[in-house]
T-cell receptor, first 113, second 111 residues
Framework: AQSVTQPDIHITVSEGASLELRCNYSYGATPYLFWYVQSPGQGLQLLLK??????LVQGIKGFEAEFKRSQSSFNLRKPSVHWSDAAEYFCAVGERNTDKLIFGTGTRLQVFP | DAGITQSPRHKVTETGTPVTLRCHQT?????MYWYRQDPGHGLRLIHY???????DKGEVSDGYSVSRSKTEDFLLTLESATSSQTSVYFC??????????FGPGTRLTVL
């Protein structure tokens, strides 16, 4: 069965520091991979997605993620965090040609000035 | 913005009462989904629909039913609400690119 693990429940960084949020998945083939962000009291906004091709994908708000098949990982990165990036981040995996997404439990990012 | 609205946005109800949440979309997407979000669990799929009158169960479907009588509306019903159904409920649509987009959510409290 598919599963997604986000090992870090809560991360705190200083504004301007670099960021990496971890995501590991379990799936037999190459999945669809997504990162969503949720600000407090809001819905989920798509940051970026990977379907195929270049394993480094660029998203909105200066985020990028790299698909590493050998590590079953899809980590999210940003070189310099802004206070407005404080939110909860969800990694999700989708099986090709099915209807469902499996979500990780999320990582809450706190940004200190 | 994928043209998704949810109503109500907030609701407080009592145990044992029926509750219906509505998801409305304006862009004629075939696939629609209902998730619940709880701390420590992320989002979990309740039910989904792949067309008018075509629905299927998700991971946490017990205690919930759905209906889709027209493309734009997907209803989630709690026949007899319980405190364990206190949650935030999100509706989503899936575009042809296999990407899901989410509505703003409904916060439901069952007392």
């Amino acid at each position: 069965a598919q599963s997604v693990t986000q090992p870090d429940i809560h991360i705190t960084v200083s504004e301007g520091a670099s960021l990496e949020l971890r995501c590991n998945y379990s799936y037999g083939a190459t999945p669809y991979l997504f990162w969503y962000v949720q600000s407090p009291g809001q819905g989920l906004q798509l940051l970026l997605k990977y379907f195929s091709g270049d394993t480094l994908v660029q998203g909105i708000k200066g985020f990028e993620a790299e698909f590493k098949r050998s590590q079953s990982s899809f980590n999210l990165r940003k070189p310099s965090v802004h206070w407005s990036d404080a939110a909860e981040y969800f990694c999700a995996v989708g099986e090709r040609n099915t209807d469902k997404l499996i979500f990780g439990t999320g990582t809450r990012l706190q940004v200190f000035p | 913005d994928a043209g998704i609205t949810q109503s109500p946005r907030h609701k407080v109800t009592e145990t044992g009462t029926p509750v219906t949440l509505r998801c409305h979309q304006t862009e004629n997407h075939r696939y629609m989904y209902w998730y619940r979000q709880d701390p420590g669990h992320g989002l979990r799929l309740i039910h989904y629909s792949y067309g008018v009158k075509d629905t299927d169960k998700g991971e946490v479907s017990d205690g919930y039913s759905v209906s889709r009588s027209k493309t734009e509306d997907f209803l989630l019903t709690l026949e007899s609400a319980t405190s364990s159904q206190t949650s935030v409920y999100f509706c989503a649509i899936r575009e042809s690119t296999d990407t899901q987009y989410f509505g703003p959510g409904t916060r439901l409290t069952v007392l």
